[in-house]
């Protein structure tokens, strides 16, 4: 029985490490060619705990077991820095350009209050923060007296100087120095959008993008539909999943061609790096590995503990990211708590070096 009993547990163990093996695929193949592995990529951070489990689990039985599951999550380490950090860079830099990042939901916040409520807090928080660039997606401004409309050059925020504001539902970069030039990028058959600014900065030229890439654009009545299935009731089980795999596979093969956009439009720029944005995916996925080529994750270098940047349920754990060209560096990343939208505001320092 005991015999038995072990190679059960032994046969979990191996769906989990094929499960977390397969997870490690999702960054190197693309959704559009086979989007399966995605799923698995979603679902790192479960498959991660649940080896770690097995682990612990054959370490108390004694058992050299533990190694397989120790191995895999060896190989795959590198996924794990871009979840959790140990030791960020963290130190006052008395020149660095302090940059924040929010996806503020068009200001629905947490349902306890208007929006133009919740714009008022976003605009105090930021006060606060005293950001030199800010990055903002779902920013809806129609009725929001607090944030400077459309046609506005020259924000009326009184923190920073110039602002560029996208369409209806869009992004908006504002910045304490001028910018120069910027554009609007859209998505085909995609209401969400990349935009990008020029800033000089003393003598120096940087383009920033703020991008918001695909989500899943599940309902909440979908998402809480996802806690009732049951096998009793498989017909319509059936159709939940199958609805929610097919939201998820349109969803990742529309962000597979939106971060390939977004690496081109990097690789073509004449200047020096900024993005901010929310890439409405996991570090372990497609959309991350293309878009963090020839660029530095501002978390990695300079974050602390779990980088978790979302509150809902799907995606989860880290969606929203600052990233820069090598030529600079990032310091002090955090992750602020405020409930003011589904997502949690982000921001770090940087420096510019020659």
């Excluded at 996924?79 to 996806?103: M, V, W």
């Excluded at 920073?160 to 120069?180: D, V």
């Excluded at 939940?240 to 969803?251: M, P, R």
Aim: hydrophobic share 40%; proline share 3%; glycine share 4%.
């Amino acid at each position: 029985m005991k015999k038995f009993f072990r190679n059960i547990v032994l046969f979990l163990n191996l769906l989990a490490i094929f499960g977390l093996l397969i997870s490690y695929l999702s960054s190197k193949i693309s959704p559009a060619t086979f989007w399966v592995p995605a799923l698995f990529g979603l679902a790192y951070p479960y498959l991660l705990l649940i080896n770690i489990l097995f682990v612990f689990l054959w370490l108390f039985s004694k058992t050299r077991y533990a190694l397989l599951s120790l191995i895999v999550i060896a190989i795959g380490y590198s996924h794990l820095t871009h979840y959790f950090q140990f030791s960020g860079s963290q130190k006052s830099i008395p020149k660095g350009l302090i940059i924040s990042s929010y996806n503020v939901k068009n200001f629905y916040g947490n349902n306890n209050g208007s929006r133009q409520e919740t714009a008022l807090k976003v605009l105090d928080f930021f006060k606060e923060k005293e950001a030199d660039i800010l990055c903002l997606q779902e920013v809806n401004l129609h009725g929001q007296k607090s944030f400077p409309s459309k046609s506005s050059r020259k924000s009326n925020i009184p923190f920073f100087n110039y602002a560029h504001a996208s369409r209806k539902g869009g992004q908006i970069t504002y910045s304490r120095f001028p910018i120069i030039h910027t554009e609007e990028v859209h998505f085909e058959h995609s209401s969400n959008m990349i935009i990008y600014s020029d800033l000089k900065i003393d003598k120096d030229t940087i383009r920033i993008f703020n991008c918001h890439l695909e989500s899943y654009r599940f309902s909440d009545a979908e998402i809480n539909s996802l806690d009732s299935i049951s096998f009793n009731k498989q017909e319509e089980s059936f159709r939940k999943v199958k609805i929610t795999g097919s939201k998820l596979k349109q969803a990742f093969i529309k962000r597979t061609k939106q971060a390939e956009k977004l690496h081109q439009l990097i690789k073509d720029s004449p200047y020096e790096v900024l993005l901010c944005g929310d890439f409405n995916d996991t570090p372990v996925s497609y959309t991350y590995s293309t878009v963090i080529e020839g660029l530095e994750d501002a978390f990695v270098h300079s974050g602390n503990g779990i980088g978790n940047t979302y509150l809902g349920k799907l995606p989860s754990f880290r969606i929203d990211y600052i990233m820069h060209s090598p030529t600079f560096e990032s310091y002090n990343f955090k992750v602020d708590k405020v409930d003011y939208s589904d997502h949690y505001p982000i921001s770090c320092q940087i420096k510019i070096t020659d």
